[in-house]
């Protein structure tokens, strides 16, 4: 990744918040260092499903961190694949095409669904 010096590399977990506009998301297979993330910004990166950002972000197995997630102006038509956030607050997805809507009951700290 462009920008990490080297001692950087050793202290990813330390990243909490990560912002990513206009990005080829598919690509992007160095996000699972991460794996201290409490704020994921994806904003108009072409996903689909919000189950391919756990798949790449595998670290977000470690999910029960993340607190917000931004998936605005991206191509998700179904909500899902939430149900290990469980510390989940804030969860943006304005400018998709959402037609469905599952598994949300286990996020019981969710304040936000915008």
């Known amino acids: 990744?462009?920008?990490?010096?080297?001692?950087v590399w050793k202290e990813m977990d330390k990243i909490d918040s990560i912002e990513l506009v206009l990005e080829d998301f598919g690509s992007m297979g160095v996000l699972?260092?991460?794996k201290g993330i409490k704020t994921l910004t994806l904003i108009n990166c072409s996903i689909a499903s919000i189950e391919v950002v756990f798949v790449i972000f595998q670290g977000l197995g470690e999910a029960s961190k993340l607190e917000a997630l931004w998936?605005?102006?991206n191509e998700i038509s179904k909500i899902d694949?939430?149900?290990k956030c469980l510390s989940l607050k804030s969860l943006y997805l304005s400018?998709?095409?959402?037609k469905s809507i599952q598994g949300?009951?286990?996020l019981t700290n969710l304040e936000?669904?915008?």
């Open 104 to 106: 949300l009951s286990s």
């Open 32 to 34: 699972n260092r991460f």
């Open 71 to 73: 998936l605005n102006e």
């Open 81 to 83: 694949g939430l149900d």
């Open 112 to 114: 936000t669904l915008w």
């Open 95 to 98: 400018h998709n095409s959402i």
């Open 1 to 7: 990744m462009n920008g990490f010096k080297d001692n």
